[in-house]
């Protein structure tokens, strides 16, 4: 049903499995790691801190989440193809500014 909206618990749950352990100042995330390979520690920190709209781009997603990720995504969700890239370049921002805000380290994570 492409009309039905969409249920993001299940991706929201598999967002947090592979984003892994909340950064520390002593221990960067798994994301924190792969962001900073591929010089986008500023889109994170954007995320983390100011925009509770944002939307990340599909070039930011296929940098940030591997083809093994998307493909567990799809296991999980039941989306596939266009539907499941639409759904994580809205949700790994937001899934991105929860954890910081959950995590009192969050501000003093910045390069």
């Known amino acids: 049903m492409p009309d039905a909206p969409l249920n993001t618990s299940a991706l929201l749950t598999v967002l947090n499995e592979v984003l892994g352990p909340v950064a520390r100042p002593d221990r960067p995330s798994k994301l924190d790691q792969r962001a900073r390979a591929v010089g986008m520690m500023d889109t ?33 969700t039941g989306l596939s193809g266009l539907v499941l890239q639409s759904a994580v370049c809205e949700l790994l921002p937001h899934c991105i500014r929860i954890r910081a805000h959950n995590n009192p380290f969050f501000l003093l994570t910045r390069d």
Not at 55 to 74: G, H, I, K, Q, W
């Open 44 to 76: 994170l920190h954007r995320w983390r801190e100011t925009q509770q709209d944002a939307v990340a781009t599909p070039a930011e997603v296929r940098a940030l989440v591997t083809r093994a990720e998307m493909n567990a995504f799809s296991e999980h």
